[in-house]
């Protein structure tokens, strides 16, 4: 008898033991996930928080006259004029400098390399980081040039009654000149616009056919690779009828956007192009910018153009962001996962999640903003300083 007691005594304090095990596991339970509630909070909104203001963290007074131009390069800045051409980085010190006279510069990047090439003149010169750049002479005046993640150059010339598109390898041992693509203007019409793959394998253009009272607009694709030897190098093209063509892009290795006046087509497969995608829009396209993970549309309506769409697809053709903004602005660009707005006086930074991350109006009136590595830091060019920003306030 007096066992029955002893064990049903113990298995009493075993229950018991279990509901304080059952309540301590529940206050951890709740602890944890009114930590995590609140960390979600706190992330969300630090995450999609809005900044009006910034702290010059560093900043380089500019020595250049308003004939100097910047563009965003590998992670960096690049300066260019008639009178040669540097790489720098965020805090103004100087990685490369390239010396040439040029009385119409213009330039082009992909990865490490840059050409700078003059336009109306006969000389364009290629830029690896590497050394003082290599220097070549083509036979015609240039129209623009384009240059691909290996270093070779594609240069639009231009004759009396045809322009020729060559590939050039400036770093090649033996022969320079790749490939020449004449372009009869009376037959295969007027190339507007063109642009090389980053493997330098692959070139598209984009041509104006006038034929009479009729006008054409068509794209031509053109493969180096074995492919097209066997096709003279054309492999495939497409006709945007009276759509008038914008530019001509490569989105990474393989992929092109093709931009008209009533929207954009993406080509995937260069040895054997095929649509991949196609979008259309009802308002007036305003701007356009991409990267090589998504395309962003500004369409403009209402009576004065007042009412602006934003639009934002991946490369699948999925849309990603769709809503009406009100920025001031008369630059877009888009880098990684935002979009940045500016004007002479303004800069908005949104997101691609449709959050703003930056609102802010300056005093003094600014050039370009750039972003870096540090999500919080951005480079501010004025008409008198190299800035390193940090967004704060709010």
Not at 151 to 166: I, P, Q, T, Y
């Amino acid at each position: 008898m007096a066992e029955m007691i002893f064990l049903r005594r113990g298995s009493g304090l075993d229950e018991e033991g279990k509901k304080k095990m059952r309540y301590r596991f529940a206050l951890v339970a709740l602890v944890v996930v009114v930590g995590l509630g609140a960390l979600f909070v706190f992330s969300y909104y630090f995450n999609n928080r809005c900044f009006e203001n910034y702290q010059v963290e560093n900043e380089v007074e500019r020595s250049d006259s308003n004939n100097v131009h910047y563009t965003y390069f590998n992670k960096n800045i690049l300066k260019y004029s008639r009178s040669g051409i540097s790489a720098m980085d965020n805090m103004g010190k100087s990685l490369w400098n390239g010396g040439y006279e040029m009385e119409q510069p213009q330039v082009d990047t992909c990865g490490n390399f840059v050409v700078a090439a003059d336009v109306k003149g006969k000389r364009f010169y290629v830029y690896s980081g590497k050394d003082e750049g290599t220097s070549l002479e083509t036979t015609l005046p240039i129209v623009r040039a384009k240059v691909s993640g290996q270093g070779v150059a594609a240069v639009l010339l231009e004759d009396s009654d045809s322009n020729v598109l060559n590939l050039y390898d400036p770093y090649g041992t033996t022969e320079k000149l790749l490939v020449e693509i004449p372009t009869n203007v009376s037959e295969e019409g007027y190339p507007l616009d063109f642009d090389i793959s980053p493997d330098g394998q692959s070139v598209v253009a984009s041509y104006l056919v006038v034929s009479g009272n009729t006008v054409e607009n068509k794209v031509s694709f053109y493969n180096f690779t074995e492919v097209g030897q066997d096709k003279n190098t054309l492999v495939g093209g497409k006709s945007f009828g009276d759509s008038m063509i914008s530019s001509v892009e490569f989105i990474g290795e393989d992929t092109v956007a093709v931009f008209h006046e009533k929207g954009f087509s993406l080509f995937g497969r260069m040895k054997q192009p095929e649509i991949l995608y196609e979008k259309t829009f009802d308002g007036e396209i305003r701007s356009i910018a991409c990267n090589e993970e998504y395309i962003a549309v500004v369409t403009a309506s209402g009576e004065d153009r007042e009412e602006q769409n934003l639009y934002v697809y991946n490369l699948r053709g999925r849309e990603e962001l769709s809503q009406e903004i009100s920025y001031e602005y008369s630059d877009m660009e888009i880098y990684k996962g935002e979009i940045i707005f500016h004007s002479s006086h303004n800069c908005n930074i949104l997101r691609i999640n449709g959050h703003d991350k930056f609102d802010c109006h300056f005093d003094s009136e600014i050039e370009a903003v750039y972003p870096t590595e540090n999500g919080s830091i951005y480079t501010m060019i004025d008409a008198s300083f190299i800035r390193k920003i940090k967004l704060s306030g709010r």
